[in-house]
């Protein structure tokens, strides 16, 4: 099993700055991904930014190209997602995603989800 521990959300204006971390734990024995998706109130969880271990490319929403940034740190099991100019409508639940494969099959890990609030 792995276990996936996030952390960072939290209330900020609009323009701020926050950073969410995500830690995996547990059986870990590969990691092809690692990403953030968010749910905001009444919509469908969607990709924010995904980091693809396999080939080292990195992928956003539109919306937050130019402004979120997605890192890695292979050694701690961990991602990071750097969020600057913050608008309200990012206003969501955060989730963090690892693809994990244990020698046998891939499968998908969640977060348990973190808020970030943006006020205007």
């Known amino acids: 099993q792995v276990q996936l521990a996030e952390s960072g959300g939290g209330l900020v204006q609009t323009g701020g700055s926050l950073r969410l971390s995500c830690v995996a734990s547990?059986?870990?024995?590969?990691?092809?991904?690692m990403g953030w998706y968010r749910q905001a109130p009444g919509k469908q969880r969607e990709l924010v930014a995904r980091?693809?271990?396999?080939?080292?490319?990195?992928s956003y929403a539109d919306s937050v190209k130019g402004r979120f940034t997605i890192s890695s740190d292979n050694a701690k099991n961990s991602v990071y997602l750097q969020m600057n100019s913050l608008k309200p409508e990012d206003t969501a639940d955060y989730y963090c995603?690892?693809?994990?494969?244990?020698?046998?099959?891939?499968?998908?890990?969640w977060g348990r989800g973190i808020q970030v609030t943006v006020t205007s």
């Open positions: 995603l690892i693809k994990h494969f244990n020698q046998v099959v891939t499968w998908d890990y």
């Open positions: 547990g059986s870990i024995f590969k990691i092809y991904a």
């Open positions: 980091i693809d271990m396999r080939d080292s490319t990195n």
